[in-house]
């Protein structure tokens, strides 16, 4: 199913595939929610909740679809996403489309109290109104649910957030490029807007802010796995810099994000939910333009400390026991063998957190995803001391023209 582009009229900041798609306020109100808006699709509306991943946020392992309570770690204390199913007690059902492109476009919930923005309304704000109408009528259809996730009310006095807003927060919805391509401007929209891709690529400051002057160049989190565990990850930087996604092509990317596997790398961690519960249910020609547009964003080559040449000796005789096999004497694998670690956005990434996450625990293949040979990679949390993974990391920070920082011991006793 296509989807028409040119819906859109004013641009907001530049946004984009990770992760976090929760409300964070339900309404707690009775009430009529108000007719469907003329000409609105519920099929196209289901595409676009697809697009904006709003099943994996709003789905809590082993509870009824959109029903919420899936949990966020935060440095001011857990959040838990909200009930978007029509139940009107403890879901949106009471919400009016008004309401809805409300929260979407300004962050404010029916009752007029402002959302967390774990909610990306920050990027919501991008897209068009006759999308949030398609919207509304698909999650009028969804079977209403009565559940309440734990409340985060008391996370944070939500006044304080019409202050956030004003110093971070700029409303408006996307606008067209006149000098680039239709397809640039779809990614654009997609990537920017439903995608919320900075929701994770992008780091954020002591406030939880994004900041822009360091936009898609990579950033840390924290998430709760299915074990209960919460795990430091790091979202690639998505640049075409030699540490994000320099050696990657349009159409690497594009058979990543339907397929969940390139010639340069296959999903695992938290972008298993994004390829699986998003991305792949996109048409064709909607990824090869966000695509394009990813390809086209532009950040610095790495500045800071990397792993001397004397540091990165002690893995070379574990890499090549441990890794040579799949990945190869050059680094750049084999499509019967293993993603390539030369190039590699996660391998070089600032944070070394996915890189050990992926040698301690093995890539978890997601259902309905298959890598093939790749699929084979052990876990080696009880194979190798943290030193040696520390020194095998180092090897492939160092080599095959990668740079990055040291990665230590302590570094990988974090990640256990």
């Not at 009430?31 to 099929?43: I, L, R």
């Not at 199913?85 to 929260?103: K, V």
């Not at 927060?169 to 996307?174: I, K, L, S």
């Not at 992008?202 to 919460?230: C, F, I, W």
């Given at each position: 199913?296509g989807?028409?582009?040119g819906?859109?009229?004013?641009?907001?900041?530049?946004?984009?595939?990770?992760?976090?798609?929760?409300?964070?306020?339900?309404?707690?109100?009775?009430?009529?929610?108000?007719?469907?808006?003329?000409?609105?699709?519920?099929?196209?509306?289901?595409?676009?909740?697809?697009?904006?991943n709003?099943?994996?946020?709003?789905?809590?392992?082993?509870?009824?679809?959109?029903t919420?309570?899936?949990?966020?770690?935060?440095?001011?204390?857990p959040?838990?996403?909200?009930?978007?199913?029509p139940?009107?007690?403890?879901?949106?059902g009471?919400?009016?489309?008004?309401?809805?492109?409300?929260a979407?476009?300004?962050g404010?919930a029916r009752?007029g109290?402002?959302?967390?923005?774990?909610?990306?309304?920050?990027?919501?704000?991008v897209?068009?109104?006759?999308?949030?109408?398609?919207?509304?009528?698909?999650?009028?259809?969804?079977?209403?649910?009565?559940?309440?996730?734990?409340?985060?009310?008391?996370?944070?006095?939500?006044?304080t957030?019409?202050?956030?807003?004003?110093?971070?927060?700029t409303?408006?919805?996307?606008?067209?490029?006149?000098?680039?391509?239709?397809?640039?401007?779809?990614?654009?929209?997609?990537?920017?807007?439903?995608?919320?891709c900075?929701?994770?690529?992008?780091?954020?400051?002591s406030?939880?802010?994004?900041?822009?002057?360091?936009?898609?160049?990579?950033?840390?989190?924290?998430?709760?796995?299915?074990?209960?565990?919460?795990?430091?990850?790091?979202?690639?930087?998505l640049?075409?810099?030699?540490?994000?996604l320099?050696?990657?092509?349009?159409?690497?990317?594009?058979?990543?994000?339907?397929?969940?596997?390139?010639?340069?790398?296959?999903?695992?961690?938290?972008?298993?939910?994004?390829?699986?519960?998003?991305?792949?249910?996109?048409?064709?020609?909607?990824?090869?333009?966000?695509?394009?547009?990813?390809?086209?964003?532009q950040g610095?080559?790495?500045?800071?400390?990397?792993?001397?040449?004397?540091?990165a000796?002690?893995?070379?005789?574990?890499?090549?026991d441990?890794?040579?096999?799949?990945?190869?004497?050059?680094?750049?694998?084999?499509?019967?063998?293993?993603?390539?670690?030369?190039?590699?956005?996660?391998?070089?990434?600032?944070?070394?957190?996915s890189?050990?996450?992926v040698?301690?625990?093995?890539p978890?293949?997601?259902?309905?995803?298959?890598f093939?040979?790749?699929?084979?990679?052990?876990?080696?949390?009880?194979?190798?001391?943290?030193?040696?993974?520390?020194?095998?990391?180092?090897?492939?920070?160092?080599n095959?023209?990668?740079?990055?920082?040291?990665?230590?011991?302590?570094?990988?006793?974090?990640?256990?």
């Amino acid at each position: 199913m296509g989807l028409p582009d040119g819906r859109a009229s004013r641009s907001g900041a530049l946004l984009g595939a990770l992760l976090l798609c929760l409300a964070a306020c339900g309404s707690g109100q009775k009430g009529g929610p108000g007719p469907v808006p003329a000409n609105a699709s519920a099929e196209r509306g289901k595409y676009l909740a697809d697009a904006g991943n709003c099943g994996s946020c709003h789905t809590r392992s082993g509870g009824a679809p959109f029903t919420g309570g899936v949990r966020f770690e935060t440095p001011f204390g857990p959040i838990y996403s909200t009930n978007i199913t029509p139940d009107a007690e403890t879901g949106i059902g009471a919400w009016s489309y008004a309401d809805l492109q409300r929260a979407m476009h300004e962050g404010v919930a029916r009752n007029g109290s402002h959302l967390f923005p774990a909610f990306p309304y920050t990027s919501f704000t991008v897209v068009s109104d006759a999308d949030v109408a398609d919207i509304y009528a698909y999650l009028r259809t969804l079977q209403p649910v009565r559940y309440t996730p734990p409340d985060n009310g008391a996370l944070l006095m939500r006044w304080t957030l019409a202050i956030w807003n004003r110093m971070f927060f700029t409303p408006g919805r996307f606008v067209a490029n006149p000098a680039r391509p239709a397809e640039w401007n779809r990614g654009a929209y997609l990537v920017e807007g439903l995608g919320h891709c900075s929701a994770c690529h992008t780091p954020r400051n002591s406030l939880l802010a994004e900041q822009p002057d360091q936009r898609y160049q990579g950033a840390a989190l924290q998430l709760e796995d299915p074990g209960g565990k919460v795990r430091r990850w790091y979202a690639v930087n998505l640049t075409s810099a030699k540490h994000g996604l320099g050696s990657w092509s349009v159409a690497d990317l594009a058979r990543y994000f339907q397929t969940g596997v390139s010639a340069r790398a296959g999903t695992f961690g938290p972008m298993n939910e994004v390829i699986v519960n998003s991305l792949r249910q996109l048409t064709p020609a909607d990824l090869h333009a966000m695509a394009v547009y990813v390809k086209s964003l532009q950040g610095p080559e790495y500045p800071g400390p990397v792993v001397s040449a004397a540091a990165a000796v002690p893995g070379a005789s574990i890499y090549k026991d441990r890794c040579e096999k799949c990945h190869g004497a050059s680094g750049r694998g084999g499509f019967f063998s293993g993603p390539p670690v030369a190039g590699s956005a996660v391998v070089q990434g600032a944070d070394p957190a996915s890189l050990l996450n992926v040698i301690l625990q093995g890539p978890a293949t997601p259902k309905g995803v298959s890598f093939g040979a790749w699929e084979t990679m052990q876990s080696y949390a009880e194979v190798l001391t943290d030193s040696q993974i520390a020194a095998v990391c180092n090897y492939m920070r160092a080599n095959w023209g990668n740079r990055a920082s040291p990665v230590s011991a302590a570094d990988v006793a974090r990640q256990r």
